[in-house]
């Protein structure tokens, strides 16, 4: 699907936020671990919580689903899967899936779309068979599709590289409750985002899981703990998500609010807000909402993203329309994204006249406060296509985006909620 993003004067109006994947692929998995009936409240209904879904059902868990919650019935023990898991093109999925499938008494196989069998699981690999898990990738690359043994995690002692994924952390720490015998996890190097730790330990908490933690460098692990589902989990707004309309409002002349995003959310994607504030946008919290107002000029910035890779497409969006240079640092593993981002957002920038560079692990723009505008292509990734979008409403001609259809991973909604603003666009392929 190929849309045609058009040059728009204001943006104004009211949307409700997409839900958080990140919070409803974990619920679905403590779900899966936990003996009773969980509800799951305001779910992110999106293609990486589809699979994950159905990854739960092959584990045995009953599944019944609405537009508004997930119901999931499990015995806490993990039935060998009867067909292969296809994870899509989630990782989070296939990461947090892989270190839980040894609890199955039979052979797992996980794999999943042409971008995910590109995904480093190598360190996950070596740190469960450390743990004394048989697990392999079946091309023997550390890629999958990937081959798990059950039986069990006999536990002990293990470590992991923090510096590459937080999701091989959050996947062990759903795993090693369950394990044998007591574990101890050691991250060696610094964790890079940290607040999807957080909130997978804050989720295993409320499933009454117990992790004794040194900081991010140590977690004690005691054996033989059972889940016990809160019964009802609600999901909040997904920051990561609403970051691509917050840019589209500090850009655009505009006062939009977005219902389901609260001022203490410990999600890491939440510093867009304190971003956008800090170069002059107006914010205000309400209790269930931000209200953003933007119609100001905006200079240019320097950030860290190492916290928040996913910041960095709609960053680099708005960067564009900031005068003066803007360095976006701690940029190295978005080569390890849905596709190799960093070299997708400077090739697409440079595609439609922005004038961008690559220094070490920094995206450098060169903000002129417009941009022309013209044909790119989204690299079948959906965040690429939303930081194209946005850059489209603000450009002096529009801009095309190619391959649209790649949204639906994360937010299907996007396209309806742009219009309830008064975004311009209109499908031309």
């Excluded at 999106?46 to 092959?58: G, L």
Aim: hydrophobic content about 40%; some cysteine.
């Amino acid at each position: 699907m190929k849309v045609l993003f058009e040059p728009t004067e204001r943006l104004e109006g009211s949307i409700r936020s997409q839900p958080s994947k990140s919070y409803t692929i974990r619920y679905l998995i403590a779900s899966l671990l936990s003996n009773g009936d969980t509800i799951i409240e305001n779910p992110s209904i999106c293609d990486d919580t589809i699979v994950t879904v159905k990854a739960c059902k092959n584990f045995g868990a009953r599944v019944s689903s609405n537009e508004y919650l997930f119901k999931i019935a499990s015995s806490g023990h993990l039935e060998t899967p009867s067909d292969i898991i296809d994870c899509g093109g989630s990782a989070t999925a296939i990461r947090l899936l892989s270190s839980i499938a040894p609890l199955a008494s039979g052979i797992t196989v996980l794999t999943g779309d042409e971008s995910l069998r590109m995904r480093p699981m190598a360190p996950l690999l070596d740190a469960l068979r450390r743990l004394g898990v048989e697990i392999y990738s079946t091309r023997m690359n550390g890629l999958p599709p990937i081959v798990v043994f059950g039986g069990g995690i006999p536990g002990g002692s293990t470590w992991i590289d923090g510096s590459i994924s937080s999701q091989y952390v959050s996947g062990l720490l759903f795993a090693l409750p369950k394990a044998r015998k007591d574990s101890l996890l050691e991250v060696v190097g610094e964790l890079e985002s940290k607040g999807y730790v957080d909130m997978t330990l804050n989720i295993l908490r409320d499933f009454g899981i117990r992790i004794d933690r040194d900081g991010y460098s140590y977690f004690r692990v005691e054996a033989g703990q059972e889940y016990i589902t809160p019964t009802i989990c609600k999901v909040p707004g997904d920051y990561s998500s609403s970051s691509f309309m917050i840019v589209a409002c500090s850009i655009i002349p505009s006062k939009v609010r977005i219902y389901g995003l609260t001022k203490y959310d410990i999600q890491p994607d939440r510093c867009i807000v304190d971003i956008v504030e800090g170069l002059g946008v107006n914010i205000h919290f309400g209790d269930d909402y931000v209200e953003v107002e933007g119609n100001r000029p905006l200079n240019g910035f320097d950030i860290d993203i190492r916290d928040s890779p996913d910041l960095a497409p709609p960053l680099a969006a708005l960067a564009c329309f900031c005068k003066g240079i803007s360095r976006i640092k701690g940029c190295r593993r978005l080569r390890f994204k849905e596709s190799d981002r960093l070299k997708a957002i400077v090739s697409e920038l440079i595609r439609i006249g922005v004038r961008v560079e690559v220094d070490d692990d920094s995206i450098i723009i060169y903000g002129s406060g417009s941009v022309d505008g013209g044909y790119a292509y989204s690299w079948r990734d959906h965040r690429i296509a939303m930081a194209l979008a946005v850059i489209g409403l603000g450009s002096r001609r529009g801009v095309i985006v190619d391959n649209f259809e790649s949204v639906s991973k994360s937010y299907p909604k996007f396209l309806a909620d742009l219009e309830a603003i008064g975004g311009r666009f209109k499908i031309v392929g």
